[in-house]
């Protein structure tokens, strides 16, 4: 047995994936409403994290004679981390770990591809609620505004600015989504693994894989249209563009969660061929 769990050392995490991914295919189903609704509060957290990201390069930039800029955007990457664990922790919802998880119960046979679909369909369409709220509620102030209002637009415009380069710019957006929730899913993978015990240790996990997504300048297809949200309703947006970069963001996601975090590990957890060819041989 003790050379078996060697072997596969990712059982547990298989295991309490498919547990998760029972609760949320039940609840798409039946609680649909409380779904949505959870869904929707995920989207809240990563609207105003993302915001106090800005908030954060923002006042750097403004001081002195801008040459903090660096230490903001460190620290708002940094704070936009705990994101992750607020979503995680209040069992919200959130489309990109959700990837990762239906994945896994493809792989085992424990889910069917139209239950999939509406498990993802239905966490997306509540980020979008939750984000749209954010964005009525920041249209509504001053925020938008000031020096953190010219942080959203030029990080905006940047996002955009990936189709001005054709196809290197479409396929350098689409590496950026799969590097984004690569480093979305590995966080995660740590936190249902069962090794890590301590939450603070969880949640270190958490913060540091949304760092580095945050700071390195990967996409994130939730976060992205959070920001497309609020800035439609401030300062308007090119929706043409908009739509095509998150398509390819989405798309990119669940390549980087779904298949090189959910797939690869449900594939390298899966015992079933090894059982068998010790049955075979304890038969001989």
């Not at 609680?31 to 750097?60: D, E, K, P, S």
């Not at 509620?137 to 940047?158: C, I, K, P, R």
Request: charged share 15%.
């Amino acid at each position: 047995m003790s050379d078996q769990s060697a072997l596969f050392p990712g059982k547990q995490f298989i295991s309490t994936v498919l547990d998760a991914l029972e609760t949320k295919t039940a609840m798409s189903g039946g609680l649909a409403r409380v779904y949505l609704m959870r869904a929707a509060m995920a989207g809240v957290i990563i609207g105003i994290m993302y915001l106090t990201n800005f908030a954060v390069i923002a006042a750097f930039e403004s001081a002195g004679d801008g040459s903090f800029v660096n230490i903001g955007k460190i620290l708002g990457a940094m704070i936009f981390g705990f994101a992750l664990v607020f979503i995680y922790y209040s069992k919200s919802e959130l489309l990109t770990s959700n990837m990762m998880i239906v994945t896994i119960g493809l792989y085992w046979k424990r889910t069917t591809p139209l239950r999939s679909l509406r498990v993802l369909a239905m966490c997306y369409g509540g980020n979008i609620i939750g984000g749209l709220a954010v964005a009525i509620l920041v249209a509504g102030s001053t925020m938008a505004s000031g020096a953190m209002g010219a942080q959203l637009d030029a990080s905006v415009e940047h996002k955009l600015a990936y189709f001005d380069q054709g196809w290197a710019g479409m396929s350098d957006l689409f590496v950026r989504a799969i590097l984004c929730n690569f480093m979305i899913n590995l966080g995660m993978l740590l936190v249902y693994n069962g090794v890590i015990k301590e939450d603070l240790t969880k949640a270190i996990a958490m913060i540091m894989s949304v760092f580095v997504f945050a700071f390195v300048g990967f996409e994130h297809s939730v976060a992205n249209t959070v920001v497309f949200s609020v800035s439609a309703l401030t300062h308007g947006l090119d929706w043409g563009l908009a739509l095509a970069q998150l398509a390819i963001v989405l798309v990119g996601n669940f390549v980087g969660g779904g298949l090189l975090i959910g797939w690869y590990y449900a594939y390298a957890n899966d015992d079933r061929k090894y059982l068998r060819r010790q049955a075979a041989r304890d038969g001989q």
